[in-house]
């Protein structure tokens, strides 16, 4: 009788009891598959806090982890990811292109290194195994109106992502980089204003009682998502195992459009509109005109000079090697998200 084993597997961007929702019946399947020789033990967020991941990987807590990669504050642990927060990246057939010519040239060699090895990566919603789905965008959800940005200013909004912060700090508002599972503590204590959040965020995470205003920014949030495994766990799978694992981690990604879970947030924040329990905000052509030229002529200096302030030295020649990488994708053709961005 061959020796069984079990997995434990964190959804880093989930609380306990959205994990099955979000997976569905992939653990099953694993388990079906192997025909029991591989179990699938689940966990939330609240098992280990997302920022705590890769190290819990690494070190063997966990065998597998997926969640956002939020170390952009300068290379914490895997310098070459950092880059993914900046919202200038391809999306579409072209983004997979992209996403697949960064893990091949940096992203797997450095994590392995660390002991730890991608069984799939996102950027900006485009995966290096060729599936894509829609990008989106983020809004600031509060617990006080701004009708403005002006009257937004200093307002102190948390963001998971370090360059997602960044975003709010360049239009004037005061970002505070927390795990999903810090928001709603804050916001109780009164430490927090709200949250910069894309439209499924405030019902997926359970906030929409807590927060009764949208300002609408138009945030293009761009990360880096990983499907991790321990190494030293993936090497001792036998082939066969190891390969219904990742294949059925690609299915159970390529089932995860984010476009209706994009319009089903919306028509539950629509639904909240009518019935009175939320105000939507939008911005005056200007504002969000200026919102846009901050990002874009901004963010880029910020990221170069928190890597070399942080010890990446070679920030901006590995930046200049990527924005290279992008470019040569875009030469061949490959097309972009055909849809619309929520």
Known sequence: ????????????????????????????????????????????????????????????????????????????????????????WLNGEAGSAFTKALVDKYVKSEMEAFGVTPIALEINSAYDFGYFTAPYLCQVWSNKMFTS?????????????????????????????????????????DSLDGFLLPGIGP????????????????????????????LKTYNSLPADIRNIVIEEVHGWISKMDRAPMSTKGWEYNNALV??????????????????????????????????????????????DDVLNIRDSILAKGLPLYPGEIL
């Open 149 to 189: 940005l002006k009257e937004a200013a200093g307002a102190r909004i948390s963001a998971q992502l370090v360059m997602s912060g960044d975003a709010c700090s360049v239009i004037g508002m005061e970002p505070k980089i927390m795990t999903y599972a810090e928001m709603k503590p804050a916001l109780a204590a």
């Open 1 to 88: 009788m061959k020796e069984k084993m079990t997995l434990k597997w964190e959804m880093g961007t989930a609380p306990a009891e959205k994990v099955k929702w979000v997976l569905g019946n992939t653990a099953e399947r694993i388990s079906e598959r192997t025909d029991g020789e591989l179990s699938i033990e689940l966990h939330g967020v609240e098992f280990v806090p997302d920022n705590e991941l890769v190290n819990a990987v690494a070190s063997g807590k966990l065998d597998m982890a997926s969640f956002a990669y939020t170390g952009g504050v300068g290379p914490v642990i895997f310098p070459h990811c950092n880059v993914s927060s900046l919202p200038c």
């Open 274 to 319: 009518k019935a009175g329990k939320l105000s939507i905000i939008q911005l005056t052509p200007s504002d969000r005109a200026w919102c846009k030229q901050q990002w874009e002529t901004k963010l880029v200096d910020i990221w170069i000079k928190k890597q070399i302030a942080a010890g990446f030295k070679d920030a901006k020649a590995y930046l």
């Open 203 to 230: 019902m997926f995470h359970t906030l929409d009682d807590l927060t009764p205003f949208c300002l609408k920014i138009d945030y293009p949030e761009a990360y880096d998502d990983f499907t991790i495994m321990n």
